[in-house]
């Protein structure tokens, strides 16, 4: 039985929750939530799909269409967070990061690895967002010009898993993620 109030064991279990979103299609953090501010300032949030975690790294990779909103807000505030709620574990997983991203010739090594039938999700005609006069009012273009790479860079995981009593921590970068409990 391990140590409850050993950090390192909580953090453990938030990056083997999170890395099994890359591999298995029906775990939680599959889909995690991103949220990302607008250039207004307006708070977004949408589901994703988890392409790769490395916490070696220290990051978390997704796929994106380069015409897409996401792209406008995070071009203006390159700050997100992701939320993962993983039921099983009874753990909520909060990422907060900086977020770079590749597109064009910067992803065409990652393109390579897209399967063809997944390629349709990346280019639109109209863009995406645009208002149509019916619900099929458009093409998918599957082109590698507007596939995009976000990598989320991380600077805090927050961990919220209902044991009881409920446990909280929150683990940083800037300190080798050494992490401390919170008050739940
Ligand atoms: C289960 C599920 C998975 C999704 N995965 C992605 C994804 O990996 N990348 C993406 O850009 N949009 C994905 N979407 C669509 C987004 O939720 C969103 O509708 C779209 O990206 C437009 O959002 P935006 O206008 O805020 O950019 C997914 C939607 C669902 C329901």
């Known amino acids: 039985m391990s140590d409850p109030n050993d950090l390192s064991v909580f953090l453990d279990l ?10 298995d299609k029906r775990a939680a953090a599959r889909h995690p939530v991103l949220a990302t501010v607008s250039p207004e300032g307006r708070p977004e949030a949408r589901t994703v799909v988890l392409r790769a975690a490395s916490r070696s790294a220290a990051t978390v990779e997704v796929h994106t269409d380069g015409g897409s909103g996401k792209i406008t807000s995070l071009a203006a505030h390159p700050f997100a967070q992701l939320h993962v709620w993983d039921d099983t574990a009874r753990l909520q997983i909060r990422l907060s990061t ?3 991203i ?6 065409a090594q990652k393109w390579q ?12 005609s109209p863009p995406p967002g645009t208002a149509i006069p019916h619900a099929h009012a458009y093409r998918k273009l599957a082109n590698r010009d507007w596939f995009t790479v976000l990598t989320f860079e991380i600077e805090s995981i927050e961990l919220m898993q209902l044991t009881d009593p409920h446990k ?7 300190d080798g993620w050494a992490g401390a409990w919170w008050v739940p």
């Open 14 to 23: 938030g990056w083997q929750r999170l890395t099994r979103g890359v591999a």
């Open 98 to 100: 900086t977020v770079q």
């Open 102 to 107: 590749a597109r064009g010739p910067d992803a």
């Open 168 to 174: 909280r921590a929150v683990f940083k970068a800037f």
């Open 113 to 124: 690895d897209v399967p063809a039938g997944a390629r349709i999700a990346y280019g639109a």
